[in-house]
């Protein structure tokens, strides 16, 4: 075995148990949502939302296994048909936990088919491989909230509804370590998030500075739960993230940047449409970086025969 194979099936190993840990996290938060925390939207959003992401991922990776002429990843093993549908629970499940949409099930059914229709479709060459640069249960809830104006985000409220005292410290708590060990170990996204909340801090502080409002009151996102949840469980998404330390900081404060904008410019739900703003243009800038490599070794004989013609 060659160090290449050994280095991509480290890479793989660690991608699955990543996902593994990350899929276990919020099955176990959307439960106890619905039971105990006081989720507000009904059993019907996250069993309607998966059933879309799970028939979605699966017809995508069929058409894409037929036409390149080869087996599906979903087939083998039990093991490996749910290792291959970890990603679509995890957006299944942020997707029917993040809007609210009353009792309107369609919305839903839309942000899942189009978070999964974007993961297969708007990809990238990056190192020889097709990727996908927009964070998928992100950018469905983008799309779903442009075209249904009645569509929101759920409440902040609802996290913590029904719990009491100590309980509104315990469950951030949680979150806040069990999100830190899966970035650590599996994703390395630690330095994005530090960026990210470096960020939050400085557009508050210019905003409070610049239009006289409270910088405490701009800060006060950061005290919910729905802001942790964000910051360990959206803006880190491994496959649609920097790999390098200082590119993870910049895309933070990027964010942080974009967000401050559009709040100033009363755009509501600007955490979202912050992080569908830095992927299109980090997805653009990827595109043209990789159309200027591959233009590059052609232009290079073409110079040279030039200069070799005039010393001629």
Request: proline letters at 5%; aromatic letters at 12%.
């Amino acid at each position: 075995m060659t160090a290449n194979n050994i280095t991509d099936a480290w890479i793989q190993a660690r991608r699955i148990g990543g996902l593994r840990r990350f899929a276990a996290a919020i099955t176990v938060f959307n439960i106890l949502g619905h039971t105990i925390f006081g989720f507000e939207q009904s059993w019907a959003q996250p069993l309607v939302s998966l059933a879309t992401t799970y028939t979605c991922e699966l017809f995508c990776e069929w058409m894409e296994a037929r036409g390149e002429g080869r087996r599906p990843r979903f087939l083998g093993s039990g093991q490996a048909f749910v290792d291959f549908l970890l990603p679509a629970h995890i957006t299944g499940l942020a997707v029917a936990m993040l809007l609210y949409s009353s009792d309107r099930l369609l919305p839903i059914v839309l942000a899942s088919a189009i978070a999964i229709a974007s993961k297969n479709t708007l990809r990238l060459d990056v190192g020889g491989r097709a990727r996908h640069f927009l964070n998928p249960s992100n950018f469905g809830i983008t799309i779903a909230l442009v075209l249904c104006p009645w569509v929101g985000i759920a409440p902040p409220y609802h996290f913590t509804e029904n719990l009491a005292g100590a309980g509104y410290w315990i469950l951030p708590a949680i979150i806040c370590v069990s999100g830190t060990m899966i970035n650590y170990r599996f994703t390395g996204r630690i330095p994005l998030i530090a960026g990210w909340w470096a960020g939050f801090v400085a557009q508050a502080a210019l905003r409070s500075l610049l239009f006289g409002m409270s910088w405490v009151a701009a800060l006060n996102p950061m005290t919910g739960v729905a802001f942790v949840l964000f910051s360990f469980y959206m803006v880190t998404d491994p496959a649609t993230t920097p790999f390098d330390r200082k590119s993870q900081v910049l895309f933070g404060l990027s964010v942080a940047a974009v967000y401050g904008l559009l709040v100033s410019l009363h755009v509501v739900f600007g955490l979202f449409f912050a992080l569908t703003t830095v992927s299109g243009i980090r997805g653009v800038a990827v595109y043209v970086s990789g159309l200027s490599r591959a233009a590059y070794p052609a232009r290079v004989p073409a110079q040279a025969a030039a200069a070799l013609r005039k010393t001629a």
